[in-house]
């Protein structure tokens, strides 16, 4: 039974009374934040196996964590949106009706803690008191959770402190009962600022302050607060002068999204004085503050990364950052306490390793189908301490965040889609970030070359109705005195060939240069059909070997592929019948006018 000794406020004390009444732990364990606490549970997951300490010389403060094999990645069909009304959820959301997810929930977790500790985890996503920030208590039978939680989230005695005796919380509760797959369920309730989720023990599906807290609980929130929860990365810009912008981005899976966060500029850049400042690479909160413009924050401390393909040519900084204090999942666990994955910098280890499945592998073998084992799985992560990125930002911890000049969306198209364009208005930019979309390539399930919408790149995160999600973008607009500029960019256009016609990865800061100078008002852009363009020459292509028909290629708008373009966006929106805002619907028939004219 809690009591007051770890907090005074009663509507806490109660849930995580009736929560206990319902698992029935052995032991109730309140994490205070300390590194003292983060040891002992760290050796006693060690002890248990639930991990395993790595070369403390090669990997100093690493551990490897191997999940079960059939719980290596977010359980998209197994999420839903619980909400009085089915229309509330939307097409783009998995529905439940609220009585019927907490009963059959509660079945699962009914005794599924016997044997077992429930650990108590206050934890803020924002700055601890800041006025952008949210804090959430997640109840986990995990140590695995814990540690991860500790590294991407402010946790401890000090939340609880700024919680006080009746602040708001989410009530998050996780188990990984049985780890059975087919009594997995994450359950979302906006209406009742809860989150649950049993018998996973995957991040994604666990870590609750990631996306389930951050984005489809806060998504809702933010809809009713009138701020945005968005799936973004927030980087800074610092030209030549000093001067630094701060702009947000949004690209779905596959895109770059948190190489660019954490991009080098390439030597002819940084030679004349421009850096990047890493804010977040995933998720961005954004509020309006005092002076009617819009601000950021990043709600999280560390970066819970895709391991594979990861490497010093890929994202420096992601290797530096990984270097220590790091938590490995799934990843290829090699004989001499280190570990390595498919794109690593590293040759595969020829005296292999365990893999994945924990499984003896050796480089080269193949199932009986004839394919490839991986050693490493291909949504293998890495949980690390943002701190320890190069290019972090003093402001990670500053309560107003930084200001917000520029927004980018952005995909993966191999001919459709400009090198960078800018839209128009704010509300043409909503409709820019309502339509983006990416193209599947062979690595990713499905179709090669579909084109799969992924509206400012929530598809998967919106809480709730993705129409009155975009209704809530157009009315941000309104509130703000100065509205950020919004911009679209595509580092994947190919030629005839299907090579990648841009460098990408470094090279994509002399597309943000010229984002930088729009924003400041000194560059003058092409108004075309789709938005104004840059003039070719208004790209920094010093020590860049790009030759004039290439950048015309990039910069190529064809009006026949955008006509298709219009009209398979027109298959999107009837997916959402008649709730997709008016205004949306006057940008897509602009566009279609304008296309006419050209």
């Not at 005794?111 to 700055?127: D, E, L, N």
Request: charged share 25%; hydrophobic share 40%; aromatic share 10%.
């Amino acid at each position: 039974m809690v009591k007051s000794e770890h907090t005074n406020h009663r509507e806490l004390i109660e849930w995580v009374n009736k929560m206990a009444a319902m698992c029935k732990p052995d032991d109730i364990v309140w994490i205070d934040g300390s590194d003292e606490q983060k040891k002992r549970l760290e050796e006693e997951a060690i002890k248990t196996g639930e991990i395993v300490r790595l070369d403390q010389k090669k990997l100093p403060g690493c551990v490897y964590h191997k999940t079960a094999e059939n719980d290596t990645a977010r359980t998209e069909h197994l999420t839903f949106i619980c909400t009085a009304k089915k229309d509330d959820a939307g097409p783009n959301n998995n529905w439940m009706d609220p009585k019927e997810a907490y009963a059959t929930a509660s079945k699962y977790f009914s005794g599924s803690m016997r044997g077992r500790t429930m650990y108590v985890i206050p934890f803020s996503m924002g700055p601890v008191g800041s006025p952008f920030s949210k804090i959430g208590i997640e109840l986990t039978d995990s140590i695995y959770v814990v540690l991860n939680m500790i590294i991407m989230t402010r946790v401890g005695t000090r939340v609880l402190d700024a919680l006080g005796t009746d602040g708001e919380f989410t009530k998050c509760l996780h188990g990984k009962a049985q780890l059975d797959i087919d009594k997995r369920l994450i359950l979302h309730f906006p209406e009742d600022n809860a989150i649950w989720s049993v018998n996973s023990g995957y991040g994604g599906n666990v870590l609750l302050g990631k996306k389930c807290l951050s984005l489809r609980i806060a998504s809702y929130l933010a809809a009713q607060e009138s701020w945005l929860a968005e799936h973004m990365l927030i980087l800074g810009v610092e030209d030549p002068e000093g001067r630094i912008i701060y702009v947000a981005a949004a690209f779905p899976s596959a895109c770059g999204k948190t190489n660019l966060a954490m991009l080098i500029p390439p030597k002819a850049l940084k030679k004349k004085g421009y850096r990047v400042w890493t804010v977040g690479d995933d998720i961005a909160w954004m509020r309006i503050d005092s002076d009617g413009q819009l601000w950021a924050v990043n709600p999280e401390t560390g970066m819970f990364g895709v391991a594979p393909g990861t490497n010093s040519k890929s994202n420096p900084n992601a290797m530096a950052t990984v270097s220590k204090n790091t938590i490995f999942t799934n990843v290829l666990l090699k004989k001499d306490g280190t570990v390595w994955w498919e794109g690593h910098d590293d040759p595969p280890p020829a005296e292999g390793g365990i893999n994945w499945q924990g499984l003896k592998w050796k480089p080269g073998m193949k199932n009986e189908k004839g394919e490839a084992i991986l050693g490493a799985h291909a949504n293998s992560r890495f949980t690390a301490p943002l701190a320890q990125c190069p290019s972090i930002t003093n402001r990670i911890e500053h309560h107003h965040g930084v200001p917000i000049s520029a927004i980018l969306f952005g995909g993966r198209r191999a001919h459709v889609a400009p090198l960078v364009y800018e839209a128009f208005t704010w509300q043409h930019g909503v409709y820019m970030g309502a339509t983006m979309a990416s193209e599947r390539t062979a690595a990713q399930f499905g179709l090669q070359g579909e084109v799969r919408r992924d509206p400012m790149a929530m598809l998967p995160f919106c809480g709730y109705n993705m129409a009155d999600y975009f209704r809530h973008w157009l009315n941000m607009g309104n509130r703000m005195l100065r509205t950020p500029r919004i911009f679209h960019v595509n580092w994947f256009r190919t030629d005839d060939k299907g090579k990648f016609i841009w460098p990408g990865f470094g090279d994509n800061l002399r597309v943000l240069a010229w984002i930088a100078e729009r924003c400041r008002g000194v560059r003058e852009a092409v108004e075309t059909p789709i938005g104004y363009m840059p003039h070719p020459g208004d790209i920094d292509m010093t020590g860049l070997n790009l030759s004039p028909a290439e950048l015309k290629g990039l910069l190529e708008i064809d009006k026949e592929e955008w006509k298709r373009e219009v009209k398979d966006i027109d298959k999107f929106f009837d997916t959402f019948g008649d709730a997709i805002p008016k205004r949306i619907l006057a940008e897509h028939d602009a566009l279609r006018r304008r296309l006419r004219k050209m």
